[in-house]
């Protein structure tokens, strides 16, 4: 797997890009290319609500329930501090939620097709 070098990355490290990385032309790679393009850039998706909005539903502004320590405080913080930015209301929060789960729904039926 090619990793660049970057003046950026810390101690002299390397950076990993999304382009970077292995894909196949399957469906489920479609979706986790897009995925990974999202979470691996270093931008601030929050900065406006269109990429605010895209950032929710590829990648999900809550955190994955089965990763989340409770540590970590309000599981919903990062979501109710984006809503708040860009005014969203709470149905729009509802429908970013349920547009989420099912970008995620598909995704995992593409990766299951993919290994069977």
Same mark, same amino acid.
């Given at each position: 797997m090619p990793v660049l070098n970057e003046p950026a990355a810390p101690r002299g490290g390397?950076?990993?890009? =999304? #382009? *970077?990385?292995?894909?196949?032309?399957?469906? +489920?790679?479609?979706?986790?290319? %897009?995925?990974?393009t999202f979470a691996f850039? =270093? #931008? *601030?998706?929050?900065?406006?609500?269109a990429t +605010?909005?895209?950032?929710?539903? %590829?990648v999900g502004w809550d955190p994955d329930p089965d990763e989340h320590d409770p540590d970590d405080g309000d599981p919903g913080a990062a979501l109710a501090s984006v809503?708040?930015?860009?005014?969203?209301?709470?149905?729009?929060?509802?429908?970013?939620?349920?547009?989420?789960?099912?970008?995620?729904?598909?995704?995992?039926?593409?990766q299951q097709a993919q290994t069977s």
């Open positions: 390397r950076i990993l890009f =999304a #382009n *970077d990385l292995p894909y196949t032309d399957s469906p +489920a790679d479609v979706f986790a290319a %897009i995925r990974d850039a =270093a #931008n *601030d998706w929050a900065g406006d609500r +605010a909005w895209l950032y929710g539903i %590829i809503a708040a930015k860009h005014g969203w209301t709470s149905e729009q929060v509802e429908t970013l939620r349920a547009l989420h789960e099912q970008y995620t729904a598909r995704t995992r039926v593409g």
